[in-house]
């Protein structure tokens, strides 16, 4: 298995109302992950529209499908940075 940092932030034009409407969903999926040992743990910024998420998944490419998946996917930048120890 590999570990991934994703570096998550909200994009400026982001619609305020959809956020706030697709909020509980993405906490669930976050939890859902959580529960299925691939999210290992997540750093909100505090103060700002960013967050770090650490991953354990087998591939980049597998992680690229389950953050498309995120509701606010297509509101945020997610940068994927692969760790090795």
């Known amino acids: ?12 034009d ?3 109302a ?6 509980e ?7 859902q992950l959580h ?7 997540l750093y ?3 103060d700002a529209p960013k ?3 650490l991953f354990q ?3 980049r490419e597998q992680l690229q499908q389950l953050l498309e998946q995120y509701p606010f996917y297509p509101y945020a930048t997610w940068d994927i940075h692969p760790l090795v120890k």
């Open 51 to 53: 967050a770090f998420l």
């Open 25 to 31: 969903a993405e906490r669930a999926r976050s939890a």
């Open 57 to 59: 998944i087998e591939t």
């Open 35 to 41: 529960e299925q040992g691939i999210l290992l743990e």
């Open 14 to 16: 982001a619609p305020a």
């Open 1 to 12: 298995m590999a570990r991934f940092i994703v570096a998550f932030q909200m994009k400026p």
């Open 18 to 23: 959809e956020i706030e409407r697709l909020r």
């Open 44 to 46: 909100a910024v505090k």
